[in-house]
């Protein structure tokens, strides 16, 4: 069976810190990964991977894929409290498959 | 605005009543989906519709109806509400014929059965 495994499920930090997320995945036909970051409405767009070994970058947040390893990672650099939310990951195989996604609190 | 808009934002009633929630899309894609996310934030995909047809139709109960008038637009009907069903449901829509998985959310309604 199709599935996406996200750790940690919870996590904790400090602003400035430097924090890595994780998806693994098992998907039939993988197609590509999707991370997405769900604060207090709806998921909003982050990356999308299909390649492995080609880290996508935006500001603060970066993620590269391993299709040999199949799992993905979610880092970022020198948080801040904005960036507390859940990090959701998704994965199109034959379906889409969602994770249980990772909540981060970023504390001043 | 180009978006996906889903009304009403908040809806609570009363167990057993039947309800609708509208979704909207101009963005011009050409599928659409129906999402649930409970309490425990988990987001489960419960329907999608390509070119206004039926291609996910997960296990939901036969209470929940999709109906898609065109592919602008994706209603979700909800019969005999029971408890349960209270959870933020989410619209979403994607251009899958042009190979994009990135799917694009509206802002969730939030329903509570009392």
């Known amino acids: 069976e199709d599935k996406v495994v996200q750790s940690p499920l919870s996590l904790v930090v400090h602003e400035g810190d430097t924090v890595t997320l994780n998806c693994s995945y098992e998907?039939?036909?993988?197609?590509?990964l999707l991370w997405y970051k769900q604060e207090k409405k709806a998921p909003t767009f982050l990356f999308m991977l299909?390649?492995s070994g080609i880290e996508k970058k935006s500001g603060r947040l970066s993620s590269i894929l391993d299709k040999k390893e199949l799992f993905s990672i979610l880092n970022i650099t020198a948080t801040q409290t904005g960036d507390s939310a859940v990090y959701l990951c998704?994965?199109?195989?034959?379906?889409?498959?969602w994770g249980l996604g990772t909540s981060l609190a970023v504390n001043p | 605005d180009t978006a996906v808009s889903q009304t009403p934002k908040y809806l609570v009633t009363q167990m057993g009543n039947d309800k609708s929630i509208k979704c909207e899309q101009n963005?011009?894609?050409?599928?659409m989906y129906w999402y649930k996310q409970d309490s425990k934030k988990f987001l489960k995909i419960m329907f999608s519709?390509?070119?206004?047809?039926?291609?996910i139709n997960e296990t939901v109960p036969n209470r929940f109806s999709p109906k898609s008038p065109d592919k602008a637009h994706l209603n979700l009907h909800i019969n005999s509400l029971e408890l349960g069903d209270s959870a933020v449901y989410f619209c979403?829509?994607?251009?899958?014929?042009?190979?994009?998985?990135?799917?694009?959310f509206g802002p969730g309604t939030r329903l509570t059965v009392l």
């Open positions: 998704a994965v199109r195989g034959r379906k889409l498959i």
């Open positions: 998907v039939t036909n993988f197609r590509s």
């Open positions: 979403a829509s994607t251009l899958l014929s042009g190979g994009a998985d990135t799917q694009y």
């Open positions: 963005l011009g894609h050409d599928t």
């Open positions: 519709y390509n070119n206004k047809e039926l291609i």
């Open positions: 299909t390649s």
